[in-house]
């Protein structure tokens, strides 16, 4: 079984990786969504794989360590394209959550990354 949580949270990048004139090397931002998936068998007395409260709580001062903040001037996200943000969030995350099976970044309604630790 396999459950999940969804997070938003906003936030300016820039691309500085990218040839001149690229849209994205110029600073902008995205509300982003990230969803955090969890497998696992529920317990058999509560009846849950984690508290959805208790994954909230672990999820959320990650979050907050990019929400609101310049991406770029987070250590480890110089060059914060969706995909390396999507694997640091892995990173950050995974130790913390065990089942942690996938993470899934939007950073438009139409556009992400889905990670599973490969």
């Not at 906003?10 to 902008?28: Q, S, Y």
């Not at 001062?61 to 903040?69: A, E, F, G, I, Q």
């Not at 394209?81 to 996938?102: C, H, N, V, Y």
């Not at 939007?106 to 990354?113: D, S």
Request: negative net charge; contains cysteine.
């Amino acid at each position: 079984m396999e459950i999940y949580k969804v997070f938003a949270f906003d936030a300016a990048h820039f691309l500085p990786n990218v040839p001149e004139g690229h849209k994205c090397r110029g600073m902008h931002g995205h509300t982003y969504h990230l969803t955090v998936f969890i497998k696992g068998r529920p317990d058999p007395e509560l009846g849950w794989i984690i508290d959805f409260k208790e994954l909230k709580d672990r999820v959320l001062p990650v979050v907050d360590m990019l929400d609101h903040k310049v991406i770029n001037d987070v250590p480890g996200l110089e060059n914060p394209t969706a995909e390396l943000i999507t694997a640091w969030f892995w990173d950050q995350l995974k130790p913390m959550l065990p089942g942690l099976s996938r993470v899934e970044l939007k950073e438009t309604p139409t556009t992400g990354v889905i990670y599973s630790g490969e």
